[in-house]
């Protein structure tokens, strides 16, 4: 009953400065939208990240050297991948690959500077199950034999061609002259890698004339991908490349210097780095609702002392200091909640809106809805009680005295 | 009959050894049911102090105050609010008004704060019309302050100041921030107000204001030096 006559008499303190009222709201709104927004980025890229790993092909095992390791990217070479395909039972294919640096590349009268070259084998599109649109893939004689084909990614292709095919036309890229054999499929962006943006030649040719400068081992291969037969000949599969590679590198199989990972290893890798990256984004959006909280405190102490009058007067009038406590009080809550409310609405919104124009892939998590509201509703309770409590504690005659 | 105010070796004492100021030094006022009494003094002399302890807004240090049967000097923060809703309507100088809320809203004011019985809206809001038409401003209910004379401005403050038909109105220097013809005005709703019953506590400093009252008393050190009903004219030969 009486509460209701407070909360008006709070209403009425908001509305009579209104555009004070909304920049005051305004950090609570940030805040709380913010927190809405940023957990639905981070819940949506971690989706994303596992449809694009489960888009690699299953049953895909990836072996590489040993991360963080001195000297490791070393003593993975290409004659490793051989034996793996040789003697690792319970495997369709494996596919070996470089990136050498960018080369400019030159075909039809286009350049374009800076693409990233990769050296695969010739089961390549198989085993990464990225098909050849137009053309075809070189094959492992070819490979051998360094021929000097490219197969362009989507991307290229059409930067360099237009829409006509460039199957038999002549590529530059370097200083050699390649035969263009082939063209990917469009797959855009898969964890940060453009693949339509790349342009794929045989291993054994990027060995010969895109390593240059490294006279010890001109055979290294950054990853070796192995498609397994069937996930249950996966650990199998796993324990032989253990075995052969370790012995093959002379280390202690305890300590190898390579690393075999399936792709829920890696999802879980993954995982843990966006996780990190939420909780970074959560903190920041957290600090941005308590900054806004100072906001609502900082406008209520000068609300107070503006007021001083009012409040002198109120009291002279019978207002109890719990009376002037309730007020101050409920227009700190008052903000704070329609901030939160606001916040949300926009914070849901902006999410469905990113979604929505292919910006970034959101997922908005339930939970932060009453999260975000529910820490709204405190931050005014916390930070307008004290304002609150000093008007409450102010003296009917000093206060009526204040000029 | 009982005096409806009576206060009783009321002492209010600032500061302490030698810095002590003794602002009220043993004050002994009674005030029945009815009366309009003025208080005079120059700045300084405790008048003051004293409006603010019979307001119920200042506590005294020492001695009682005794406000229509109550011993109010020593209640609690929350006991003086409701003291101050239920028995005073004050009237100040500077009429302190909401500028923000419209004359009806502010007489409104003091039943937002009535303790016991809830007021409804409608209830509200006619008393608060019919208080301002006893000041004659029942055509001026949605002005805001800023838009009326300070004369009418006053009536608003008066007219807030009865809305809860308290047993005392307080005015301290009602014609202060006025011209004369305002200050007429003013006087003669006051006077009509003591017609109809009721009691009224002024304090002025001017002597044609005070001389309306049937009895003035003279503050001078925080005591009083004269009290009757040709106080004024004694009180303006000891200034």
Redesign the interface.
């Known amino acids: ?2 509460f209701k ?1 407070t909360l008006r ?1 709070a209403w ?1 303190g908001l509305t ?1 400065n209104k555009v004070r009222s909304f920049l005051t709201t305004l950090g609570v709104i940030i805040g709380v939208a913010s927190v809405i927004v940023m957990l639905a980025v981070s819940s949506g890229a971690e989706a994303a990240i596992a449809d694009q790993i489960n888009a690699l092909g299953a049953n895909l095992l990836i072996v590489g050297p040993m991360r963080g390791m001195p000297g490791a990217s070393k003593t993975m070479v290409i004659d490793d991948a051989l034996a793996i395909e040789e003697q690792v039972v319970g495997i369709t294919g494996i596919s070996a690959e470089q990136a050498p640096p960018a080369q400019d590349i030159k075909a039809n009268g286009v350049s374009l500077e800076a693409i990233s070259v990769i050296g695969t084998t010739a089961d390549f599109p198989d085993v990464r199950d990225y098909a050849v649109a137009d053309g075809r893939y070189f094959n492992a004689v070819e490979d051998d034999r360094k021929a000097k084909v490219a197969v362009l990614g989507a991307g290229i292709a059409k930067d360099l061609f237009g829409e006509f095919s460039p199957i038999g036309q002549t590529v530059t890229v370097g200083s050699t002259k390649l035969t263009i054999i082939g063209v990917m499929e469009e797959k855009g962006i898969v964890s940060d890698l453009d693949y339509d943006g790349r342009i794929y030649l045989p291993i054994n040719l990027v060995f010969q004339k895109y390593i240059t400068g490294m006279t010890l081992s001109s055979d290294r291969v950054k990853t070796i991908y192995v498609k397994v037969e069937s996930q249950d000949k996966i650990d199998s599969v796993i324990t032989q490349i253990n075995v052969l590679l370790a012995e093959r590198h002379d280390v202690d199989p305890a300590a190898p210097d390579f690393s075999v990972q399936t792709q829920q290893d890696i999802i879980a890798t993954q995982e843990a780095t966006t996780a990190a990256f939420r909780d970074l984004l959560a903190w920041v959006a957290g600090i941005s609702l308590l900054v806004g909280g100072i906001g609502i405190m900082n406008i209520m102490l000068v609300s107070v002392t503006e007021r001083t ?2 409040i002198g ?11 002037v406590l309730m007020q101050f009080l409920l227009e700190a809550i008052i903000l704070s909640l329609v901030g939160g409310l606001v916040g949300v609405i926009l914070g849901v919104g902006g999410s469905y809106l990113f979604n929505a124009l292919g910006t970034m892939q959101t997922r908005i998590v339930p939970l932060s809805i009453p999260l975000a509201f529910g820490a709204a509703a405190i931050v005014g309770i916390f930070f307008g009680y004290y304002p609150a409590a000093q008007a409450a504690k102010l003296e ?2 000093v206060a ?1 005295r204040h000029e | 009959m009982t005096a409806l105010i009576e206060t009783r070796n009321l002492k209010k004492i600032y500061g302490t050894g030698e810095a002590t100021v003794h602002a009220l030094a043993g004050v002994d006022v009674k005030v029945k049911r009815g009366e309009f009494v003025a208080i005079m003094g120059p700045s300084g002399s405790g008048k003051s102090t004293l409006m ?1 302890i019979l ?1 119920c ?2 506590s005294p240090t020492e001695g009682e105050y005794i406000l229509d049967g109550r011993v109010v000097s020593q209640l609690s ?2 006991e003086l ?2 003291v ?3 028995k005073l309507g ?1 009237i ?1 100088q500077a009429f ?1 008004l ?1 500028p ?2 419209s004359t009806l809203a502010n007489v409104m ?2 039943m ?4 016991d019985e ?1 007021v409804s809206d409608d209830e509200a809001r006619n008393r608060a019309v019919a208080s301002l038409e006893a000041v004659g401003l029942g055509s001026r209910l949605d002005h805001l302050p800023s838009e009326i004379s300070g004369g009418q401005q006053q009536r608003v403050a008066i007219a ?1 100041a009865l809305v ?1 038909n308290p047993p005392v109105i307080l005015a301290d220097e009602p014609t202060g921030n006025l011209d004369s013809k305002s200050s007429v005005e003013i006087i003669d709703i006051l006077h009509k107000l003591h017609d109809n019953g009721a009691t009224i506590v002024m304090v002025t400093h001017e002597p044609e204001i005070a001389r309306h009252a049937q009895r003035v008393i003279c503050v001078r050190d925080g005591l009083i030096i004269s009290d009757g009903h040709d106080g004024e004219s004694e009180c303006m030969r000891s200034y």
């Open positions: 009953m009486k006559r008499i009425e009579l009058r009012e007067l109120r009291q002279a009038l019978g207002a109890k200091p719990q009376d009917p005659i009526l | 603010n307001g807004l200042d923060r929350e609010a409701e101050r809703n239920q004050f100040f302190n909401l923000r809320l004011l003091p937002l704060y009535n303790p809830e807030r809860n």
